[in-house]
């Protein structure tokens, strides 16, 4: 049974900085590929970013795009998401997800991840 757990949620000023954790357990973490996906209050869950098994290939969406970056840490069976100059619509509650089908590229479809942790909540205020 793989277990993802994310932290590092918050309350954070418009322009300030945040980095989320998901930590994995239970499976082959260095074998998935893992994204980031987010939800805003009465809104669709959007993917945000996602890194290859490998990490050596990365995705990022449009709007975080040079403010965003994903990591991970194999060892520790970790992936991070470092959040930067963050904004009021980068409010909503973050999702890391796994998928393992390991293939070279990650996905940005939320049907492509099998695995999905709890979420964490951030809140930038302006």
């Known amino acids: 049974q793989v277990q993802l757990v994310e932290s590092g949620g918050g309350l954070v000023q418009a322009g300030g900085s945040l980095r989320l954790s998901c930590a994995a357990s239970?499976?082959?973490?260095?074998?998935?590929?893992m994204g980031w996906f987010r939800q805003a209050p009465g809104k669709e869950r959007e993917f945000v970013a996602a890194?290859?098994?490998?990490?050596?290939?990365?995705y990022y969406a449009e709007s975080v795009k040079g403010r965003f970056t994903v990591s991970r840490d194999n060892g520790k069976n970790t992936v991070y998401l470092q959040m930067n100059s963050l904004k009021s619509e980068d409010t909503a509650v973050y999702y890391c997800?796994?998928?393992?089908?390991?293939?070279?590229?990650?996905?940005?479809?939320?049907?492509?991840?099998?695995?999905w942790g709890q979420g964490a909540k951030v809140t930038v205020s302006s």
């Open positions: 239970g499976g082959t973490f260095r074998t998935y590929n």
């Open positions: 890194i290859s098994w490998s990490g050596g290939s990365t």
């Open positions: 997800a796994g998928d393992k089908t390991g293939l070279s590229r990650p996905t940005n479809l939320r049907e492509d991840y099998d695995y």
